[in-house]
């Protein structure tokens, strides 16, 4: 029997990069999806990508020796002993790779729900994220906080406490009036996630002022998501990428790249509220809030070199 799971990107609509304060953030999963089937083996585990076009497979008494496989591999370690037999894990995916709207925790988060369901683990959403945290942050070293992983577990718009006791919170918000669009440039994010860590750890004040700063914007955005006042939505979106243009004056590599910095001015220019980058910058992608002239804005931003993604909010 082969077990299907589909996890979503996510998007942040505020508070990039404050998860690693541990501060909250709101996200949203969309509509562009990491697929996974597996199904049990008896004796070896084979790992397939259809996106990355890689195939590996070794026996269960081998140690794991790829690169292309990080990901599963490092939550399979963290389930093994519960785990018995092998299995084929095979994924496809529409998300863009690298580029800011988390493909690297759909793999995590899809690939433990998949365990999770074929060998009856019973894990709940929290668990299911967290244990995707850990192989992510824990087991493979990377700069990341909470967000990734729990707003993809839960879906839908998610107001999420990403302290060490994470709290999601559902947002009744069914569909939000957006597009994203990748800049399709060499992406420096984690440089930009390595030197953000050092300036915080080093208690770095103008750093922290602007933690602040997009910290407020997240409780005020939430209040504007729940009254549907797209207005300040957006002019709470604006004012975290000038805070990103902050961030450029105190790292070496840019958060805000000038492409970045152009796609959100170009939106807005032609009639979106709000635009931002998303993720840990560095290049990736985008979004604009535009409650109209969303066809316009899309070609717009194509002009520029820009793939433009209309999408919506992915519930499970």
């Not at 796609?263 to 509220?273: Q, Y």
Request: glycine fraction near 8%; charge should be positive.
């Amino acid at each position: 029997m082969v077990t299907t799971i589909v996890t979503p990107g996510r998007i942040c609509l505020l508070g990039d990069k404050v998860d690693l304060l541990n501060k909250p953030v709101i996200a949203a999963a969309i509509n562009k999806t990491l697929t996974i089937n597996l199904e049990k083996l008896d004796n070896k585990i084979v790992y397939e990508s259809q996106g990355l076009a890689k195939k590996y497979e070794f026996n269960l008494k081998e140690k794991y020796a790829d690169t292309n496989f990080s990901y599963q591999n490092a939550v399979y370690e963290l389930l093994k002993h519960k785990i018995r037999g092998g299995f084929i894990c095979k994924d496809s995916t529409n998300l863009p790779i690298g580029a800011g709207v988390s493909s690297s925790a759909a793999i995590s988060v899809g690939f433990t729900k998949a365990l999770n369901k074929e060998f009856s683990l019973n894990l709940n959403d929290y668990e299911v994220a967290e244990l995707a945290y850990k192989a992510e942050h824990d087991s493979l070293g990377i700069s990341c906080g909470r967000m990734d992983q729990y707003s993809i577990a839960f879906g839908g718009v998610t107001f999420i406490k990403t302290g060490l006791a994470p709290k999601v919170e559902r947002l009744k918000i069914s569909s939000l009036p957006i597009i994203v669009a990748n800049s399709n440039e060499p992406r420096s994010a984690k440089i930009v996630l390595n030197e953000t860590m050092k300036l915080v750890n080093d208690k770095n004040e103008k750093m922290l002022q602007c933690f602040d700063t997009v910290y407020r914007g997240v409780l005020e955005g939430k209040k504007a998501l729940e009254n549907n006042d797209f207005e300040k939505l957006g002019e709470l979106m604006n004012i975290q990428q000038s805070i990103e243009n902050e961030f450029n004056k105190l790292l070496s590599t840019p958060s805000a790249t000038p492409k970045l910095n152009l796609l959100c001015e170009t939106a807005i220019k032609n009639g979106a509220l709000g635009a931002k980058q998303m993720g840990a910058g560095g290049g990736g992608c985008m979004i604009a809030l535009c409650p109209t002239n969303k066809e316009k804005i899309g070609k717009e931003l194509e002009k520029l070199g820009a793939t433009v993604y209309p999408v919506n909010i992915f519930n499970y």
